[in-house]
């Protein structure tokens, strides 16, 4: 297949001024006719009339009203028009019930739906299935269903949408579905309907994602001057969904794992998630839908900023430092990671072959960074009137980064075109920090390098951010958060220590560097153990007072992995470490949930990339009995104070979901996990049996699944076996927390087991998934894993080739490891890239991992 180029943008030959579609509605054979007034473009500078189509059945096309013959391909269709506005109408056929990659229109339990973001509207009917064609929609729905739904508002089952959209923000649902409602009124006194619509019995499970809707429906009003601008609003879940949800205008879908909620069946996690994606989605109303892209390339520009939005909103719901440092142990474990491999990519990258292989940890999570850089630059007043300025310019448009940047360049009168960089330069970049003391004056040095990553071996310096403190060797503070610019090679920074000290200069000074991780990079801080130590315990920034914690256990576990534990330094750094962390732990005034960050080790893949960095080869196995091993022995020396928090902390028998009582969960449930072996699980029995919501009873099972407790599972399983969300968790832990040696054969018993639906997206990540989560399985040197892994790809590419390529990202890391293991993994992509049928999405993804 050729790829797509953002240098060869063109844009499309007609303007659309309106599209009335009719559905009758058949589970395989449904009819769909369009009604499309088109009118040339005087900006195109091809004539051709090309209509998107994909797997349809072209019945009847006319041009005003005089039958007309296109001649149909495989992409779409071309066809002979008149040099003046013009209306196309046509008929096509399609079978919703045979469409399992889930693209278009398909039917999930019974429900007719639809998911068109990027290009499943052309497996809808005939169109110019591109987003910087916008036009207000017109839709009929003909069913015997109770409900029908479509963008806009609606009069019987005709719904209108006046503001105009690209076809991947149209939607359509139509079932037997109850509404969870309630009302918004806007900031201008409109009133909005709001409805949550689910199955018939899950209708109590939906006052959370209501909530956290009003909450975002307010918040975009209070922080970004947005209102909503129907009279209808509403959500659907369901249970069959390539991603997480979907922000079709006025009728967001999402996935029914981020709507349905209660105590019982759902995380705090789960709660979080749901509060975060609503939030997205509706913030997408402004950054997406009112303003879109102008193609797939620029889709950071609605993704960057409203995954970057939804943070801003998680942080003012819940603690901010908590949610920060949350959003950087994603951002490492999974675009670092993706950053540092084979598909390293441009947060705006230049060609795709399959776009969906583009909805990406680096165009999200590495998109949202680069907007909180440009605010961290400009200050939140000069960030808010760009913003401003990018809604009133450009509302109605198909926009680029170019747009955007251009508003912050005039409001702040600046020159972003280094910034930019960050858009065009794939890599994580690295920043060394080095320091000496010349008397009463510190001199400290920064330096940066980009590495080269896939089609680009040389990179320009990166324009990046850095916040930093200095501190006192007795732990006060001398220089609060300062914005330091490092735009070059080498920055050069001189403080006068005697100043700073207020007279006096201090004997020993440690710099807080990227405070708040003010950019997405990989700092080298050079601190000695004690110093990190120090920040741990005074920095008045909590994220680095996390990340000095985390930097002390990761230096630990790496000697112990690589064999230098017994050293008698290494000894002794490890009992400094504990004691480090103990009082941490003794000050009360600390939130329960930032503790509990501060206690949580880092993950195995953490691990296997700190080994890789130290220029060694990561045995899985090891890294994993080493891990285990430290937290044991952490969970034995702490084990008074994390008595003490697992007995003070307990909230109650009544659950909410707020952050607070979250935060003592997490805390609680930290504490069970260090102090729990799997010699030791009476406090895990204990907890399982009581528990009464899923938070403490998921926690619970975690452990004693990993103490090989197989009778918990079984107890698990039969009383949640009717619940579709709470079974996906349990496949999931199944294998992710089942000892390495096991893991394996759960994970192929699971794939027999009779709930195990592969074609349902949620249960096919939650069985993959959960043996990808466990390395030290996945990673077998028999290779059966990456083997296990391989055969479900392919045969899921079959039926979904979206899933099976997002899927495919377990073998990214393959040069991570040691020629055996590395040849098995190859063996298994090879396998993949010659398997008969093979997808665009899964080939593509597979021929950029191979390198
Ligand atoms: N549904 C996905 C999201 O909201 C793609 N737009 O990010
Ligand atoms: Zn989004």
Redesign the pocket.
């Given at each position: 297949p050729q790829p797509t180029r953002l240098a060869d943008y063109t844009p499309f030959s007609f303007e659309i001024d309106s599209v009335e579609l009719t559905f009758t509605l058949h589970p395989t054979a449904t009819r769909v006719r369009s009604k499309i007034a088109f009118r040339p473009n005087p900006a195109a500078t091809d004539p051709t009339f090309f209509l998107h189509g994909e797997g349809l059945n072209l019945i009847s096309a006319h041009i005003d009203g005089t039958p007309v013959t296109p001649r149909v391909t495989d992409t779409g269709l071309i066809c002979a028009v008149p040099d003046a506005p013009f209306t196309w109408e046509a008929e096509v056929q399609i079978n919703p019930q045979a469409n399992t990659a889930l693209e278009g229109l398909y039917m999930s339990n019974g429900m007719y739906c639809t998911q068109c973001?990027a290009e499943g509207f052309r497996k809808i009917t005939y169109y110019p299935d591109r987003p910087d064609v916008m036009a207000p929609f017109t839709v009929h729905i003909d069913s015997d269903l109770p409900v029908k739904l479509s963008n806009g508002n609606a009069d019987g089952d005709t719904w209108h949408d006046p503001w105009p959209k690209p076809a991947y923000l149209f939607a359509l649902v139509a079932g037997d579905l109850v509404a969870h409602s309630d009302t918004f009124t806007t900031a201008s006194g409109a009133d909005v309907a709001l409805n949550i619509w689910v199955r018939p019995g899950d209708e109590d499970k939906c006052a959370y994602a209501m909530d956290a809707l009003k909450r975002s429906m307010r918040w975009d009003e209070t922080e970004y001057g947005r209102e909503y601008d129907l009279s209808v609003f509403n959500i659907v879940a369901v249970d069959d969904f390539n991603?997480?949800?979907?922000?079709n205008k006025g009728l967001n879908i999402f996935n029914s794992k981020y709507v349905l909620a209660s105590p019982e069946t759902a995380t705090d996690r789960d709660y979080a998630f749901i509060e975060a994606i609503v939030a997205?989605?509706y913030f997408?109303n402004w950054t997406?839908n009112r303003i879109t892209c102008r193609d797939w390339f620029q889709l950071c520009l609605?993704?960057g900023l409203?995954v970057f939005r939804d943070q801003q909103f998680s942080g003012d719901m819940r603690s901010a430092p908590v949610e920060r440092i949350g959003n950087v142990l994603q951002l490492r474990a999974r675009q670092f990671r993706e950053d540092a491999g084979p598909l390293a990519h441009n947060v705006r990258p230049e060609s795709y072959i399959e776009i969906n292989n583009f909805?990406t940890a680096t165009v999200?999570e590495k998109g949202a960074e680069v907007i909180g850089m440009l605010r961290t630059y400009l200050g939140a007043d000069l960030y808010r009137a760009g913003c401003e300025l990018y809604f009133n310019r450009h509302d109605g448009q198909a926009c680029t980064i170019e747009d955007w940047l251009a508003c912050f360049e005039e409001v702040a009168a600046t020159d972003l075109s280094q910034f930019k960089r960050w858009y065009s330069q794939a890599g994580t970049p690295k920043v060394s920090a080095s320091w000496r003391r010349d008397g009463d004056t510190l001199h400290l040095s920064l330096s940066q390098e980009v590495p080269p990553t896939p089609g680009q071996p040389m990179k320009e310096p990166a324009k990046i951010p850095v916040v930093l403190g200095l501190l006192a060797g007795d732990g006060t503070e001398i220089l609060p958060s300062t914005l330091m610019d490092l735009d070059s090679p080498n920055l050069d920074l001189v403080f006068d220590l005697k100043d700073l000290g207020g007279g006096t200069a201090p004997d020993h000074v440690v710099p807080s560097l990227l405070r708040g991780f003010s950019a997405p990079v990989v700092l080298d801080a050079a601190l000695s153990a004690q110093d990190r130590a120090l920040l741990l315990a005074h920095d008045t920034d909590p994220f680095n007072r996390w990340e000095a914690a985390r930097s002390l256990l990761r230096e630990v576990l790496v000697a112990e992995i690589t064999g230098q534990g017994t050293s008698p330094e290494q000894v002794a750094r490890r009992d400094m470490v504990l004691s480090a962390l103990q009082d941490f732990c003794t000050d009360e005034s600390l939130d329960p949930a930032f503790i509990a960050l501060v206690l949580t080790f880092p993950s195995e893949d953490d691990l296997t990339q700190a080994v890789v960095d130290a220029g060694l080869v990561p045995d899985p196995l090891i890294i994993a009995q080493v891990r285990d091993g430290r937290m044991a022995a952490v969970g034995d020396g702490l084990k008074d104070i994390l008595t003490r928090y697992y007995l003070d902390l307990d909230p109650g028998p009544d659950y909410t979901p707020d952050a607070d009582s979250a935060g003592k969960r997490a805390l609680r449930n930290t504490a069970l996990m260090l102090l729990s072996t799997p010699q030791d699980l009476a406090l895990a029995r204990a907890q399982f049996a009581d528990a009464t919501n899923m938070t403490d009873q998921l926690a619970a099972l975690s452990v004693l699944i990993k103490g090989d407790d197989r009778e918990a599972a079984q107890a698990f399983e039969a009383q949640w076996r009717e619940d579709r969300l709470v079974m996906d968790k349990w496949f999931m832990i199944s294998v992710a927390s089942a000892p390495a040696s096991e893991a394996l054969q759960v994970a192929q018993d699971l794939s027999r087991h009779t709930l195990f639906d592969w074609k349902n997206p949620n249960r096919f990540r939650s069985l993959l998934g959960g043996l990808i989560a466990n390395p030290a399985a996945f990673h077998d040197p028999s290779g059966a894993g990456y083997a296990f892994v391989a055969d479900w790809l392919i045969k899921m590419d079959g039926a979904n080739p979206q899933t099976a390529a997002r899927m495919s990202t377990a073998f990214e890391t393959w040069r991570r490891y040691d020629a055996d293991r590395q040849a098995l993994m190859l063996e298994a992509l090879d396998r993949i890239a010659t398997a008969p049928g093979l997808s665009r999405d899964l080939g593509e993804m597979v021929s950029r991992m191979r390198g």
């Open positions: 973001e991603m997480g949800a979907m922000e997205h989605e997408h997406g609605k993704e409203t909805y999200y």
